[in-house]
Nanobody, 123 residues
Framework: QVQLVESGGGLVQAGGSLRLSCAASGRTFSSYAMGWFRQAPGKEREFVAAISWSGGNTYYADSVKGRFTISRDNAKNTVYLQMNSLKPEDTAVYYC????????????????WGQGTQVTVSS
């Protein structure tokens, strides 16, 4: 079992930056792939980024490549999402996710989810 708690969301102007954090409980954090999804109002949840258990492989949605960076610190049981050059269309609730198997897209969905953190980008 893995429990996930996100933090770091907020309101930022277009072009600004935010860093999301996801703290995980459980002794097996380092064996899980981790990632981020987001859901904007009226839209389906979509994949944003993911990172393998070792951190050696990362995956990004085309819409965030070059702007977002995912990383993890297994000693701190934490995964991060650095978001730069934010756009109004990045506005969404961002969810942290974990799975024993590496994931890199919308499907299959990971097994474990956080409660989400709101990111709002004003124009």
């Amino acid at each position: 079992q893995v429990q996930l708690v996100e933090s770091g969301g907020g309101l930022v102007q277009a072009g600004g930056s935010l860093r999301l954090s996801c703290a995980a409980s459980g002794r097996t954090f380092s064996s899980y792939a981790m990632g981020w999804f987001r859901q904007a109002p009226g839209k389906e949840r979509e994949f944003v980024a993911a990172i393998s258990w070792s951190g050696g492989n990362t995956y990004y949605a085309d819409s965030v490549k070059g702007r977002f960076t995912i990383s993890r610190d297994n000693a701190k049981n934490t995964v991060y999402l650095q978001m730069n050059s934010l756009k109004p269309e990045d506005t969404a609730v961002y969810y942290c996710a974990a799975d024993p198997v590496t994931f890199s897209g919308d499907w299959p969905l990971p097994d474990y989810w956080g409660q989400g953190t709101q990111v709002t980008v004003s124009s």
